[in-house]
């Protein structure tokens, strides 16, 4: 292990490293990975316990403690109760990194190496990483893609955690991936028509940018030609806080412009810059299943005959054909759709786990069901559920969610 000390304002933060082994379990295969965790600690909160942040994703790095002005916004509160320590989920951020590089390894390769990324690895990371910081126990926060995998840590190492605070990450236990996205698909139908309806005139607006997309003739800075599906993609901006309002931005402007193409391509999800997020997002809800782009498939009849239906966090098989950035890792993504994944979760063991604390369940989420969020909420008594249409999916970003459920999990009330 290797420890750096930086100091900035009122914040020590000590940078971690550890090496762990690509595949746990297998002391056959001799090949490693470095994992990175920043531990934050305001002055003063030296003897305060710890608190593990676990990102959405997946394959997307911890936020920088100054990634913003002040940090992320629910830093600030948890640093009075805790040491935080923003760990890297494996392949991303300061841990060893997985992006272009890797496509010299091969599609078979990089499919094979993708599979050891998982939660279930990144559990395990965590409990090196634990180990490595000399504490017995800690509490955890997951966000989204984070909350899945606390539900994975509570299935095989519970005794390891004191408080559990999950936000929009209540993941559907023992499901199947179809099932899931058939459930966002309705959710999208709600979240399009209700946008349309707030702002009437922009489902045309919206048809006429589809027009334009299916004659080519949207082409983005770094030489994409936007398909229809992709622009329908910008429907992932309904399920955040505010996201609606860039998305009438976009309506707004015109789609001729140099600013118009500048601000799409910001916009849109599952950027290259994070080729994991589109290489294995769906299996984050492979529980014991083959993906087989289920997005695709199970996208239902008024999605195919009207494009003005937004979708979400639906990954498409086609943007291997259209996406400049994603082209190149096609047949690792193929391969990795007919992949059997291993279950993550069991319900029993979850049930068993004597989990306290509180979780965040936003009522109007498109992306992680309210419906299998609270199934799951059944399985662990002792997490008080938050459940609030007051937030969208990114309701921890707001500052006042985390809070919440410290408030919740030490049984004072929440207003």
């Not at 997946?58 to 940090?71: I, L, Y």
């Not at 392949?91 to 094979?112: M, Q």
């Not at 992932?236 to 140099?258: F, I, R, V």
């Not at 609030?388 to 410290?406: K, M, W, Y």
Request: no cysteine; net charge negative.
């Amino acid at each position: 292990m290797t420890v750096t000390t930086r100091r900035v304002l009122a914040l020590r933060i000590d940078d971690h490293t550890i090496t762990v082994p690509l595949v746990w379990g297998d002391d056959t295969d001799t090949r490693t990975i470095d994992v990175h965790a920043a531990v934050v600690t305001r002055e003063g909160g030296e003897n305060l316990p710890y608190l593990l942040f676990l990102q959405g994703g997946p394959g997307f790095e911890a936020p920088h403690p100054f990634s913003a002005p002040t940090g992320p916004s629910w830093l600030d509160g948890a640093l009075a109760h805790y040491r935080v320590v923003l760990l890297d989920q494996r392949g991303t951020g300061a841990s060893t990194p997985f992006g272009d590089a890797d496509l010299a390894r091969g599609d078979e390769a990089i499919a094979e190496y993708v599979t050891h990324l998982r939660a279930d690895a990144i559990v395990r990371d965590a409990e090196a990483t634990r180990e490595s910081l000399g504490t017995t126990t800690w509490s955890v926060l997951g966000q989204s893609f984070g909350g899945f995998t606390i539900l994975r840590y509570l299935t095989v190492h519970p005794g390891s955690l004191d408080e559990v605070y999950i936000t929009g990450g209540l993941s559907a236990v023992g499901r199947r991936p179809d099932e899931v996205y058939a459930l966002t698909y309705e959710k999208m139908r709600d979240a399009s028509e209700a946008y349309y309806r707030r702002f009437p005139g922009h489902r045309d607006a919206m048809r006429a940018r589809l027009d334009l997309a299916d004659a080519g003739g949207i082409v983005l800075p770094d030489g994409e030609i936007v398909s229809t599906s992709r622009l329908r993609s910008l429907g992932m901006l309904l399920g955040t806080n505010d996201g609606w309002q860039t998305l009438h931005a976009l309506l707004e402007s015109d789609p001729h412009t140099n600013a118009f193409r500048y601000d799409l391509a910001a916009e849109l999800p599952f950027s290259p810059r994070n080729p994991l997020y589109y290489l294995f997002h769906e299996s984050s809800y492979a529980d014991g299943f083959a993906t087989r782009w289920s997005a695709d498939r199970v996208e239902p009849d008024d999605f195919r005959a009207d494009a003005t239906l937004l979708t979400g966090e639906h990954a498409r098989r086609d943007w291997l054909d259209t996406v400049p950035g994603l082209s190149p890792w096609r047949g690792a993504a193929l391969k990795l759709a007919e992949v059997e994944w291993p279950r993550l979760y069991d319900a029993d063991a979850l049930a068993a786990s004597g989990a306290r604390g509180a979780a965040a369940v936003y009522a109007n989420d498109v992306f992680v069901p309210v419906e299998f969020s609270l199934e799951t909420a059944r399985l662990l008594p002792g997490v008080t559920p938050w459940i609030t249409s007051e937030h969208e999916h990114n309701g921890l970003r707001a500052g006042d969610v985390l809070p919440r459920l410290i408030d919740l999990a030490h049984g004072r009330r929440v207003r």
